[in-house]
């Protein structure tokens, strides 16, 4: 009887060992079908404007993966611009931007303007209000960071595209005053297959 038990356990012991041993094979076949066809894992974008950003990658199931450089440079100590990343399919620059100039900005509406755009007086004549343009709620107080969804085009991008331009600022230092405006940055945007 004893003997029996024994057995019983053994066989239940073995049965639970070889169940493990299939699901761990199981994930790793999983995961690793997951990077082949993606070719590698994704590479988050981090890093600074105004210094050199790698490129990060985004997955294709059927095709070679989508690698997108995005890179930044302020135009003044004054401004910052942090941790850019470019959605080529919905066409919005996500972004992290502040003002060091001493003043807190009051109505401040934020847009990306291409390299070809039309100045009058140094100012680009374009369009500040949504969709082209972003307000930001509560200005832009001095020494603060702001994270915002700029938008580039108003859908896809297609790859082998290089996008250069500014990211411009309106402002006012106090509501109901002069309207300013401040080329805050340089931004370029290649989007290319990998």
């Known amino acids: 009887m004893n003997q029996q038990k ?19 094979l199981v994930v790793v076949l999983i995961l690793g079908l997951s990077i082949a066809i993606n070719h590698g894992p994704i590479i988050p974008l981090l890093g600074v404007f105004g210094t050199a950003t790698a490129p990060y990658t985004v997955a294709a199931t059927s095709a070679p993966s989508i690698v997108i ?44 303007v291409t390299a070809n755009a039309v100045y009058s007086n140094g100012v680009p004549v374009l369009s500040w209000s949504p969709p082209e343009a972003v307000n930001l709620t509560g200005g832009l107080l001095s020494n603060q960071t702001k994270y915002v969804n700029i938008p580039i085009t108003s859908g896809p991008i297609a790859v082998g595209s290089n996008i250069t331009g500014s990211i411009w600022a309106k402002y006012q230092l106090q509501i109901g005053e002069q309207v300013s405006y401040a080329n805050m940055s340089s931004a370029v945007i290649v989007i290319k297959r990998g």
């Not at 024994?6 to 761990?24: D, G, N, P």
């Not at 611009?81 to 401040?108: E, H, K, M, R």
Request: proline share 3%.
């Open 6 to 24: 024994t057995e019983k356990f053994y066989t239940i012991s073995a049965r639970l060992a070889f169940s493990a041993i299939i699901v761990v």
């Open 69 to 112: 450089s995005v890179g930044c440079s302020p135009t003044s100590t004054s401004y910052k611009c942090l941790n850019p990343v470019y959605n080529y399919t919905t066409g919005v620059l996500a972004i992290a931007l502040s003002q060091d100039t001493g003043y807190n900005w009051t109505s401040v509406t934020v847009r990306f």
